[in-house]
C-alpha cells in the first residue's frame, strides 16, 4: 500500500536509526517553536549547554503568553525566556507580535512538506501549509534543541476530503466542530488527520483550513495537514515563501488510510460547542437564545482577518448591548494592521468592543477577558474545558467567529444566518 | 532487579484534560504553587490540592491528559506523590511527558473500573501486571514502547540521551 503524506514527510527526515522492537525512529525536525511559557521552563536545564544547541537558525521562539506580563512572577518567567532568546542565537524572536502559531505561518519559515515541532498543543496548526506539525512538552523539545534530532512513529492516518460548495454562512470554525462531535475528543488519538479540499468554488478559505488544523489536536490528532493545491501555493507565495522544489507535498495515489470521512458541505450549518468540551457540539440553532455575559474573539484558532472581518461586517454600526463584554484579540499584529486598515477594527470599537493586543490573551486563562463564577462566554478560541478561561464555575461555548458576533449583537447565543442575509440583501 | 511501582490509586474517568488536572493560572516557576495547582479544576477533588504527598498511582479511563502541551501538570503529579499512570489510553503529549519525565505511563484496558479511590496498587513494570492489594485482584497492563520504556528506565529524556553519550 501506498504511504500518507505524513508518512512521506517523517521518512523523508529519518536519520536511520530505529529503535529495536518499536516503531519509534530518529528523525531531523526543520524548525523548532518555542513560545515564552513553556521555553522558559527548560531554560536552568539547558544552562551552559546553551553553546552546544545545535541548528539554532532553526529554533523559532515567539513571546506570546505572558505578552505582555501581567504578573512579577509572569515576568520573571518572561526574562527567563528573553534571556534565552538572545544568547541561543535563535533564527527567529518575535517579541509581542501575537500567537506563535500566526506567527509562523505568517512567516516564510513554515515550508510545505517540512517537519515542525514545537513546545505547544496548537503547533498542528502549521499543517494548513502542508508540513507535518505537531506538539510536545518542554523536556522533549529541549532533547531536540541539544541533539537536533527527535523520535516519532508513523501514525495511522485519517483522510477527510471536503466536497460540494461552502455555504455563505458555513466557516472553517463549523467544519472543525462538526468533525470534533462526529469523531469525540479521542476519536483521533495519536492518529494524523490528512484534509484534502475537492469542494467547488469558491473551496475552503486559508483561514478556515488553519481552523481545522489549529484544533486537530481537539480530537488527539498528531497533526492535521493539508494536502497542497493552488490555494496553498498562492498563500505561502504572498507570504514572501519560495515554493519547495524536492519536497513531500502529496499521499501516493494509493495511500493507506484508516478512515475516510467525507464531508459534504452543501447542508452544513453553523456549530457550536458546549461546555466542557470542544467534542460537545450541537447546531447553534438548536440552543439559540442563551443569554451570554461575554464573547471572545481571538486564539490561534479564531483571531484571524476571517473572524475580524465577519465580527465587524456585522457590527458594523450597530451597538453592543449593555452589559455584554466583549473582547478582541488579533492573533498577531500582522492581523491586527491589516483590520486597522481595512477601518475593522474601528468597527468594533465603535460598537463597544475591547480590542486589546495580540497575544494568546484570554484563551489560556492568561489575562484580559477572563471570566468569572456563573459567566456564560461565546468564544472563538479552542478549548472550552472548565477552568481554561477563567473561574471554574464559568461556562465557555465555542463557535466561529460569525456566530460570536451575531451572539454579541444580540446579547444572547445567535444562529448568525438571518443577520447574515439581512447584510447581504442590503 | 525487579521494577515495581506502589500507591494508592488516584482515580479518574475519560477525556481527563491537563486543564483540568493543572489550570493555567498555576503556572508558575515556583514549586509551591504549581504544587497547590494540583487537580484544581477537576469537580470534586479540589480537596486533593491538599491532599498530603502520599505515593499514588493514576487509574484513569481513556484519553487521559488531553489537551495542553504544560509539563507543569506532570510537574504537579510528581509533586503530589504520583509515582505512575496507569490508563485505558492518553493523550499524545502527555504520554511522551510522563517518560520524558521519567514516570511511568501504562495502557491498560478499563484501568479505572479495576480499582476504587485510594485502594493500594501495585504495578510491575517487569511482569506487565497491575494488583490492587485491598482488593486483592490483578490485571495485565500493556508494555509501554520499548523506545520510551528505555527512556522512563533512565529516569527520563535527558538522562537517557547522556545516557547514550548524547546532548552532554
Known amino acids: 500500500m501506498g504511504r500518507t503524506l505524513t508518512r512521506r514527510i517523517l521518512e523523508s527526515r529519518a536519520t536511520g536509526s530505529q529503535w529495536e522492537g518499536s516503531d519509534y525512529f530518529e528523525v531531523e525536525p526543520d524548525l523548532v517553536l518555542g513560545h515564552d511559557a513553556t521555553i522558559a521552563l527548560i531554560v536552568d536545564q539547558i544552562g551552559e549547554a546553551i553553546e552546544r544547541i545545535l541548528d539554532p537558525e532553526k529554533l523559532f521562539l515567539v513571546a506570546d503568553h505572558f505578552a505582555p506580563p501581567s504578573t512579577v512572577d509572569r515576568a520573571n518567567i518572561l526574562r527567563r525566556f528573553l534571556d534565552f532568546a538572545k544568547n541561543s542565537d535563535a533564527g527567529e524572536v518575535h517579541l509581542f507580535e501575537g500567537i506563535c502559531h500566526q506567527i509562523l505561518v505568517e512567516s516564510s519559515r513554515c515550508v510545505p512538506g517540512s517537519l515542525i515541532v514545537g513546545a505547544d498543543s496548537h503547533t498542528t496548526t502549521a499543517g494548513a501549509l502542508g508540513a507535518f506539525a505537531c506538539g510536545m512538552g518542554s523536556t522533549d523539545i529541549l532533547a531536540v534543541l541539544l541533539t537536533g534530532t527527535t523520535w516519532l512513529r508513523v501514525p495511522p492516518a485519517i483522510r477527510v476530503p471536503f466536497y460540494g460548495r461552502m455555504p455563505e454562512h458555513l466557516r472553517g470554525k463549523d467544519l472543525a466542530l462538526r468533525l470534533l462531535g462526529d469523531l469525540g475528543e479521542g476519536g483521533a488519538r495519536y492518529k494524523a488527520v490528512e484534509f484534502e479540499d475537492r469542494s467547488d468554488a469558491p473551496g475552503i478559505a486559508f483561514d478556515g483550513r488553519l481552523t481545522l488544523s489549529n484544533m486537530a489536536v481537539e480530537c488527539g490528532a498528531k497533526n492535521g495537514i493539508w494536502i497542497p493545491d493552488d490555494r496553498t501555493r498562492q498563500y505561502f507565495h504572498s507570504m514572501g515563501g519560495e515554493w519547495p522544489a524536492e519536497a513531500e507535498l502529496y499521499p501516493d495515489d494509493d495511500a493507506e488510510y484508516e478512515q475516510s470521512i467525507a464531508v459534504e458541505l452543501d447542508d452544513l450549518e453553523p456549530m457550536i460547542a458546549q461546555p466542557w468540551s470542544p467534542a460537545n457540539t450541537v447546531p447553534v440553532s438548536s440552543i439559540e437564545g442563551i443569554e451570554v455575559d461575554q464573547v471572545f474573539i481571538g486564539s490561534c484558532a479564531g483571531g484571524r482577518l476571517e473572524e475580524l472581518g465577519d465580527a465587524a461586517l456585522l457590527l458594523r454600526g450597530q451597538r453592543i448591548p449593555a452589559f455584554v463584554k466583549v473582547v478582541v484579540t488579533p492573533a498577531s499584529t500582522g492581523v491586527y494592521r491589516e483590520a486597522l486598515r481595512r477601518g475593522w477594527i474601528a468597527d468594533l470599537i465603535d460598537a463597544g468592543a475591547v480590542v486589546t493586543n495580540p497575544s494568546c490573551g484570554a484563551c489560556g486563562g492568561i489575562d484580559k477577558g477572563l471570566i468569572a463564577a456563573g459567566e456564560v462566554c461565546v468564544s472563538t478560541s479552542n478549548r472550552n474545558f472548565r477552568g481554561r478561561m477563567g473561574d471554574v464555575e464559568g461556562r465557555v461555548y465555542l463557535a466561529s467567529g460569525l456566530t460570536a458576533a451575531a451572539t454579541a449583537l444580540t446579547g444572547r447565543i445567535t444562529d448568525p444566518r438571518e443577520l447574515l442575509r439581512e447584510k447581504t440583501v442590503s | ?168
Open chain 2, 1 to 168: 532487579m525487579s521494577w515495581i511501582v506502589r500507591g494508592s490509586a488516584l482515580l479518574f474517568g475519560d477525556d481527563v484534560n491537563t486543564d483540568l488536572l493543572h489550570p493555567s493560572y498555576f503556572y508558575s516557576l515556583d514549586d509551591k504553587t504549581v504544587r497547590s495547582g494540583f487537580l484544581g479544576a477537576v469537580p470534586g477533588r479540589e480537596d486533593e490540592a491538599e491532599s498530603t504527598d502520599e505515593p499514588r498511582i493514576v487509574v484513569a479511563g481513556e484519553n487521559f491528559g488531553c489537551g495542553s502541551s504544560r509539563e507543569t501538570t506532570l510537574r504537579a503529579l510528581a509533586m503530589a506523590g504520583v509515582q505512575a499512570v496507569v490508563a485505558s489510553s492518553f493523550g499524545r503529549i502527555f504520554f511522551r511527558n510522563a517518560c520524558s519525565l521519567g514516570i511511568p505511563a501504562v495502557t491498560c484496558s478499563g484501568a479505572n473500573a479495576f480499582a476504587d479511590d485510594r485502594d493500594a496498587l501495585e504495578l510491575d513494570l517487569d511482569g506487565l501486571f497491575l494488583r490492587n492489594r485491598t482488593q486483592g485482584a490483578e490485571t495485565r497492563v500493556d508494555a509501554i514502547d520499548p523506545f520510551w520504556s528505555a527512556v522512563v528506565r533512565a529516569g527520563g529524556l535527558i538522562l537517557f540521551l547522556r545516557s547514550r553519550g548524547e546532548g552532554r
